[in-house]
């Protein structure tokens, strides 16, 4: 096999706890992640040329080592000990820096497409150990499915499966830093807590609404006072009919959870039509028995 292509796809936190700071910096978290169906696509193929060449459908996107997928690709040839001979190609369709994994995910795919392409037969906890390298969540993008992340994020358990939902996802005209996020925290001053166990119930008992109510982010709590913008994304797609929305990661992207197709596609019509919102993004819930899903459009009316 000389080339490969794969499906790079994203996440959302449906809890988002910070519980403590470490004395090097790093916060403390315990969060259930899911995977989505919206993806990046990337082409991998073996070259006769020494080294990595990566190309992305953004020319703004760096193709060196300040791209991650660069980074993973020397990752994974300094520890198979194989000259770096690839070239990758990246179709970005995740918004960048928008709290939904875009790059960690890009860096996953790359590094279990070199692993099927080499033939190097890393098992996908060796490859998690190598995505920890490049981010903290990188190792759950490689898991992917419904997951209770803890620790830095690294510390992965599978939970039940999320119910097949329809996710309408939008992402404000701005740029949010997560180091600043984290920095501006004040663990004491979160006074409402996610309840973890009880969003863990929910799923297992496929309760959309009780799921929608358990949806808490305390990183909300330093973001929205920066960007209130967040907040009347989270109040129009509530109006829209989600039974419950909320911020994904640190920033920006606002996601609502929706018990069908018709209004799913009714939300992303009115942030596109009626407020003029760019990025806006229709898709659905990802799950490891799903076979077939192609549920990755952008919506423009």
């Known amino acids: 096999m000389d080339s490969i292509i794969l499906k790079a796809r994203g996440k959302i936190n449906l809890t988002l706890d910070v519980v403590g ?4 910096g790093y916060h403390d978290l315990r969060m259930i992640m899911q995977t989505i169906n919206l993806y990046d696509t990337l082409f991998i193929r073996k070259t006769k040329t020494l080294g990595i060449r990566l190309q992305t459908n953004y020319s703004w996107l760096p193709t060196n080592e300040k791209n991650i997928v660069y980074r993973a690709c020397q990752v994974f ?11 990758v190609e990246i179709t970005k369709r995740i918004p960048v820096a928008a709290g939904l994994a875009g790059g960690s995910t890009d ?8 692993n099927r392409l080499f033939d190097t037969k890393h098992s996908k ?17 490689i898991l992917r499915g419904t997951v209770l992340a803890e620790g830095i994020g690294e510390v992965l358990t599978p939970i039940s499966e999320m119910p097949y939902t ?3 996802l939008a992402k404000p005209p701005i740029s949010v830093s997560t180091a600043s996020v984290y920095k501006n925290l004040d663990i004491s001053k979160i006074h409402s807590h996610p309840d973890t166990e009880g969003m863990i119930k ?17 990183l909300e709590g330093v973001t929205i006072p920066m960007h209130p913008i967040i907040r009347t994304y989270k109040e129009e797609l509530v109006r829209c009919g989600a039974a419950g929305a909320m911020m994904s990661g640190s920033g920006s992207t606002v996601f609502g959870l929706f018990d069908s197709k018709e209004k799913a596609y009714a939300a992303a019509t009115h942030f596109k039509g009626q407020l003029n919102v760019r990025d806006v993004f229709t898709t659905t819930t990802y799950s490891k028995m799903q076979k077939g899903v192609q549920m990755n459009e952008r919506r423009y009316f």
């Open 21 to 24: 700071k470490r004395e090097n």
């Open 77 to 87: 040839f300094e520890e198979a000990q194989l000259e770096a001979r690839v070239a």
């Open 107 to 114: 860096a996953a795919a790359t590094l279990i497409g070199l």
């Open 125 to 141: 906890k060796k490859l998690m150990e190598m995505g920890l390298k490049l981010g903290a969540d990188v190792p759950f993008c």
């Open 166 to 168: 329809y996710v309408v």
């Open 202 to 218: 929910a799923i297992r008992e496929k309760d959309l609404k009780r799921i929608a109510d358990n949806m808490v982010n305390v």
